[in-house]
């Protein structure tokens, strides 16, 4: 079992910054690929951003490409850079594992195995 907890979210303002971290610890977990989703209020939890174990693939959701980044630190630790963000940015940010890359198919929740609890991202206009 592999437990994830998230931190870092909060309340901003549009066109701010917010640093999302996310940390795994239980069973040994070198070679999980960790991602990012989100659930706005009253819809349904979307991807965000993945990255592989190794660092070296990494996807964004469109909507957030160029303005967010996710970076891992090591095989436990990863984080979400957040850059420009927007008013339809606000939702409750959760971490993911996987076991299994595919690079096409990472930007579905069924590919993940492990779930945090979620952070929440407030940001004002």
């Known amino acids: 079992q592999v437990q994830l907890v998230e931190s870092g979210g909060g309340l901003v303002q549009a066109g701010g910054s917010l640093r999302l971290s996310c940390a795994a610890s239980?069973?040994?977990?070198?070679?999980?690929?960790m991602g990012w989703f989100r659930q706005p209020p009253g819809k349904e939890r979307e991807f965000v951003a993945v990255i592989s174990w190794s660092g070296a693939g990494t996807r964004y959701a469109e909507s957030v490409n160029g303005r967010f980044t996710i970076s891992r630190d090591n095989a436990r630790t990863i984080h979400l850079q957040m850059n420009k963000l927007k008013v339809e940015d606000p939702a409750v940010y959760y971490c993911?594992?996987?076991?299994?890359?595919?690079?096409?198919?990472?930007?579905?929740?069924?590919?993940?195995?492990?779930w945090g609890q979620g952070t929440q991202v407030t940001v004002s206009s």
């Open positions: 993911a594992a996987a076991t299994w890359w595919d690079l096409q198919t990472m930007d579905a929740r069924k590919r993940y195995n492990y």
């Open positions: 239980g069973r040994a977990s070198s070679n999980y690929h």
